[in-house]
């Protein structure tokens, strides 16, 4: 916050009476064309007027989408946030279990991975796409972003990526992708994309996937991996509760679309 430049506080609005700092709220911009909004502390009476500069703010400015997190902690109204304009993404429930679980699978598939990198950029693209073909997931963001603003999404939030990034094959073909993430500040492993596409879901494929995915985070020194799923996901969060993940926390996102252009 500090270091910030003088450009990153233009979308900061304040309100004032008396001379003393009643409210304040703040779009921050990102990289990729997005932001975030950090909201005031409380709700009150000028929460109206300073969610109505930021979103007016939003609409003018080069951003894509711009988003707010609400923590199971947050005293914030979702319904304040509707009533100006955001629309629901998604309910996040953020998972924790440990890397020496296994399911259990009637036959084990004998799964093969590939180097994500190993596949040309539309390769890439085109993986992401499949598996994301009525996925559960985030529906709503997939819905707002291209498959090329998610895949530079997982960069920016993989500092070590690709280099825990797997096409999935079985049978000689690409059926998956398995996308890990190593976290040096808390010695866990994220599990951040693991999916398949269409025509290979339910033949156990996503049990013997996890499975795999637990095995390389325990091999890697690991006692713990971390994922994120949708609430309404409910066969994922089957399958996660099946190999022992438990709720943590979880986020409650929301978004404002701007006028950007699609990437």
Same mark, same amino acid.
């Given at each position: 916050?500090?270091?910030? &430049?003088?450009?990153?506080?233009?979308?900061?609005?304040?309100?004032?009476?008396?001379?003393?700092? &009643?409210?304040?709220?703040?779009? $921050?911009?990102?990289?990729?064309?997005?932001?975030?909004?950090?909201?005031?502390?409380?709700?009150?009476?000028?929460?109206?007027?300073?969610?109505?500069?930021? *979103?007016?703010?939003?609409?003018?400015?080069?951003?894509?989408?711009?988003?707010?997190?609400?923590?199971?902690?947050?005293?914030?109204?979702? &319904?304040?946030?509707?009533?100006?304009? #955001? $629309?629901?993404?998604?309910?996040?429930? *953020?998972?924790?279990?440990?890397?020496?679980?296994?399911?259990?699978?009637?036959?084990?598939?004998?799964?093969?991975?590939?180097?994500?990198?190993?596949?040309?950029?539309?390769?890439?693209?085109?993986?992401?796409?499949?598996?994301?073909?009525?996925?559960?997931?985030?529906?709503?963001?997939?819905?707002?972003?291209?498959?090329?603003?998610?895949?530079?999404?997982?960069?920016?939030?993989?500092?070590?990526?690709?280099?825990?990034?797997?096409?999935?094959?079985?049978?000689?073909?690409?059926?998956?992708?398995?996308?890990?993430?190593?976290?040096?500040? &808390?010695?866990?492993?994220?599990? #951040?994309?693991?999916?398949?596409?269409?025509?290979?879901?339910?033949?156990?494929?996503?049990?013997?996937?996890?499975?795999?995915?637990?095995?390389?985070?325990?091999?890697?020194?690991?006692?713990?991996?971390?994922?994120?799923?949708?609430?309404?996901?409910?066969?994922?969060?089957?399958?996660?509760?099946?190999?022992?993940?438990?709720?943590?926390?979880?986020?409650?996102?929301?978004?404002?679309?701007?006028?950007?252009?699609?990437?």
């Amino acid at each position: 916050m500090a270091d910030a &430049t003088d450009d990153a506080w233009q979308g900061l609005w304040v309100t004032q009476q008396a001379g003393q700092l &009643t409210g304040a709220i703040w779009v $921050q911009r990102l990289p990729m064309k997005f932001a975030q909004l950090w909201l005031p502390k409380a709700e009150g009476p000028k929460v109206d007027t300073l969610l109505r500069a930021a *979103h007016q703010w939003v609409k003018k400015q080069d951003i894509r989408l711009c988003h707010v997190v609400l923590s199971p902690e947050a005293t914030f109204s979702e &319904t304040v946030l509707l009533d100006h304009g #955001m $629309q629901r993404l998604a309910c996040l429930q *953020h998972l924790i279990g440990s890397s020496d679980q296994r399911l259990w699978v009637k036959q084990p598939a004998s799964l093969s991975l590939m180097a994500f990198n190993e596949l040309s950029n539309a390769e890439q693209l085109a993986l992401l796409a499949a598996v994301g073909h009525d996925s559960l997931d985030s529906r709503a963001l997939r819905e707002i972003l291209s498959v090329q603003e998610l895949l530079a999404g997982f960069y920016q939030q993989d500092p070590q990526a690709p280099q825990h990034w797997y096409a999935v094959g079985y049978r000689g073909v690409i059926v998956g992708v398995l996308l890990l993430a190593p976290h040096a500040a &808390t010695g866990r492993w994220e599990l #951040m994309l693991m999916g398949l596409k269409p025509e290979w879901r339910g033949q156990g494929l996503g049990r013997a996937l996890l499975n795999k995915a637990l095995y390389l985070a325990q091999q890697a020194g690991a006692r713990e991996v971390t994922l994120a799923v949708d609430a309404v996901n409910l066969p994922a969060k089957r399958l996660y509760q099946q190999a022992g993940f438990m709720r943590y926390t979880q986020q409650r996102l929301f978004a404002w679309k701007g006028n950007a252009d699609r990437r």
